[in-house]
């Protein structure tokens, strides 16, 4: 079974653009969390989607959103990057929401923001 | 402003001492706690799990112990090797209203280096 896959793998981008970001769960699973990886703040929720609906979002400003498609597949967006966006963002993937035990990381999309 | 960065707590070993990485939690409810293991350009890795209800869970080459008293959780690594050097996290997961969410807080981490 093929793991959770996140593109592009590394982006460079500039202050003030927007970035999308791509997540393809295992198949099967439903549920799909980002991560946000940074050296100064460690691993941070980011937001967790199931079915479609955002059913829990981190401390993150506004400019991060995303979302989930009825293929379960999942894209985050930064709008307005600033240099403190610079990060490693991962997704994980679980059967069902809650199970932490069961939840897969992908390899994680780095973006440096210059 | 310049940002400051984690300073990570450092373990190094030589191949086939047992390694053993600690942490801290703070949430006197937390019921269940993650290791993880992230290598170098990946993502984090489960390791091994634990319930509040246990003091010790063992899998292969590690053991989690648990201590409620101090909140404090360990993982030991048995004949450690060259293969296991990354970073450790402990995690636990949120939930809120009695629903489980796909929420894990982190640990700062621990950089395990193995010198073979």
């Known amino acids: 079974k093929a793991g959770v896959t996140q593109t592009p793998r590394y982006l460079i981008k500039t202050r003030g653009q927007q970035v999308t970001l791509s997540c393809s769960p295992i198949?099967?699973?439903?549920?799909v969390s980002w991560y946000q990886q940074t050296p100064g703040q460690g691993l941070q929720f980011l937001f967790e989607y199931f079915s479609e609906t955002q059913r829990n979002k981190g401390n993150f400003p506004g400019r991060f959103s995303g979302r989930q498609f009825s293929n379960s597949r999942s894209e985050m967006n930064v709008s307005t990057l600033e240099l403190g966006d610079s990060a490693l963002y991962l997704c994980?993937?679980?059967?069902?929401?809650?199970?932490?035990?069961?939840?897969?990381f992908g390899p994680g999309t780095r973006l440096t923001v210059t | 402003g310049e940002s400051v960065g984690l300073h990570l707590p450092t373990l190094s070993v030589q191949e086939g001492d047992n390694s053993i990485i600690n942490c801290a939690y703070s949430?006197?409810?937390?019921?269940?706690f993650i290791w993880y293991k992230q290598e170098s350009g990946k993502g984090p890795q489960f390791i091994i799990d634990?319930?509040?209800?246990?003091d010790k869970r063992q899998g292969q080459r590690v053991t989690v112990l648990l201590n409620k008293t101090v909140k404090h959780l360990s993982l030991q690594i048995a004949a450690t090797q060259p293969g296991d050097s990354a970073v450790y996290f402990c995690?636990?997961?949120?939930?809120?209203?009695?629903?489980?969410?796909?929420?894990?807080?982190f640990g700062q981490g621990t950089i395990l280096t193995v010198h073979p």
């Open positions: 634990i319930r509040s209800n246990m």
């Open positions: 994980a993937s679980s059967a069902n929401p809650g199970q932490v035990y069961e939840q897969y």
């Open positions: 198949s099967g699973h439903r549920s």
């Open positions: 949430n006197s409810a937390s019921d269940y």
């Open positions: 995690a636990e997961p949120s939930a809120a209203g009695g629903t489980s969410y796909g929420k894990l807080t």
